[in-house]
T-cell receptor, first 109, second 116 residues
């Protein structure tokens, strides 16, 4: 079982709709959970991180964490063409961080 | 505040050579992590340095090594290059990564290494 799993996509979402990105992890001791966005040819940039079960909102982005199910998701409301990118999920335990391979998101104008 | 810088940005080497990549973290950041990114394997953790000490190491062969200087700048070295080492090498800096709940990492632009 891979430690952090994401659907590779591409996930196509119409402009203005909600994009839902999912990630599962295998280490029950994981402490922090991250979503990064990476545009083609660029380095990853942090969108948000979450520690506790439940939802965390930041603008159009909402991260959802369910530790019992070992599942973390990212919702993007009012999707814009500029949201088209690869989204990387990452999980940290102590000082070790593991990234998923990412989901390619394509927002259809 | 200046971001993370990496040099060189692009590098072409041949098999068997060695290479040294450099990373300058954001001023005040003490943690520097190195990652290898390839289309097939994604972003993989190489190692992390904090206050000149390697705290953690990923599953890479001993040909991959690194160090951190007293000013927090870091270098990574790859010896006896192989074709499979062709990748984007990213470094990320953090103030106190993994400590006291500090989690934010800032990535540099990366060094694109091509091994021929």
């Amino acid at each position: 079982q891979k430690e952090v799993e994401q659907n590779s996509g591409p996930l196509s979402v119409p402009e203005g709709a909600i994009a839902s990105l999912n990630c599962t992890y295998s280490d029950q001791g994981s402490q922090s959970f991250f979503w990064y966005r990476q545009y083609s040819g660029k380095s990853p940039e942090l969108i948000m991180f979450i520690y506790s079960n439940g939802d965390k909102e930041d603008g159009r982005f909402t991260a959802q964490l369910n530790k019992a199910s070992q599942y973390v998701s990212l919702l993007i409301r009012d999707s814009q063409p500029s949201d088209s990118a690869t989204y990387l999920c990452a999980v940290r335990r102590d000082d070790k961080i593991i990234f998923g391979k990412g989901t390619r998101l394509h927002i259809l104008p | 505040k200046a971001g993370v810088t990496q040099t060189p940005r692009y590098l072409i080497k041949t098999r068997g050579q060695q290479v040294t990549l450099s990373c300058s973290p954001i001023s005040g950041h003490r943690s520097v992590s190195w990652y290898q990114q390839t289309p097939g394997q994604g972003l993989q953790f190489l190692f992390e340095y904090f206050s000149e000490t390697q705290r953690n190491k990923g599953n890479f062969p001993g040909r991959f090594s690194g160090r951190q200087f007293s000013n927090s700048r870091s270098e990574m070295n790859v010896s006896t290059l192989e074709l499979g080492d062709s990748a984007l090498y990213l470094c990320a800096s953090s103030f106190l990564f993994g400590l006291a709940g500090e989690d934010e990492q800032f990535f540099g632009p990366g060094t694109r290494l091509t091994v021929l």
